[in-house]
């Protein structure tokens, strides 16, 4: 079995910053992609950005120039730096991963997600 566990969202002012976290624990071998996924409320679960093991990286168009999304493979961990947060960026942020495990096979999995909360 594999969680995944975030932190790091809260209550920030408009133009701020926040860094989420996700850390990934359990039988895992190797985590491929990772990805941020945020959800506000009466909204669709929406992309933010993903992450392959090798470092590629993309984004919604709604939060380049502003997010940004990394990795450490050594620790299986998952970073979201925002900055310059708008308040259409408050939403449930969520983590997830493509997980093989020792034994080769390969499920996907989700985090319970952080609130981020952006006041004008």
């Known amino acids: 079995q594999v969680q995944l566990v975030e932190s790091g969202g809260g209550l920030v002012q408009a133009g701020g910053s926040l860094r989420l976290s996700c850390a990934a624990s359990?039988?895992?071998?190797?985590?491929?992609?990772m990805g941020w996924y945020r959800q506000a409320p009466g909204k669709q679960r929406q992309l933010v950005a993903t992450i392959t093991f090798g470092g590629s990286t993309n984004y919604a168009d709604s939060v380049k120039g502003r997010f940004t999304i990394s990795r450490d493979n050594a620790k299986n961990t998952m970073f979201l730096q925002m900055n310059n947060l708008k308040p259409e960026d408050t939403a449930a942020y969520s983590c997830?991963?493509?997980?093989?495990?020792?034994?080769?096979?390969?499920?996907?999995?989700w985090g319970q997600g952080t609130q981020v909360t952006v006041s004008s």
């Open positions: 997830n991963a493509d997980v093989t495990n020792y034994s080769g096979g390969r499920n996907n999995y």
């Open positions: 359990g039988r895992i071998f190797k985590i491929a992609a």
